[in-house]
């Protein structure tokens, strides 16, 4: 699995992305049960409200081999600040519409 991470920019100034490598790392939260490699292909932020950058961002993470789109908690759950994005589902909607169905998205990571 190829994976590329899509996070709240408004969480990026002190967010560093540790727990979401760790779920990663560990198989934990989102990437339970997955047994083969992941591999990181890159993280990126939605590029600020209401998120349409997140579409031509996820896009080029499949150029660059990604095969999984993976919307980081602090969209989707609202980790760690406790407000989950209010644009999230329809950045999801959009994502996977531009992207098919061979690209799969993960909602959260942890």
Sequence with gaps: MKIGIIRCMQTEDYCPGTIDFKMI????GAFEG????????GMISCGGC??????LRAKEMVKRGADTIVLSSCITRGN?????CPFAKK?????????????KIIDYTH
Excluded: F, N, T
């Design 50 to 55: 209401p998120g349409k950058k997140s579409i």
């Design 91 to 103: 950045m999801k909607e959009c994502i996977s519409s531009a992207l098919g169905d061979e690209i």
């Design 25 to 28: 790392r560990d198989r934990q």
């Design 80 to 84: 760690p600040i406790g407000y989950p």
């Design 34 to 41: 997955i047994v083969e490699d992941i591999e990181i292909i």
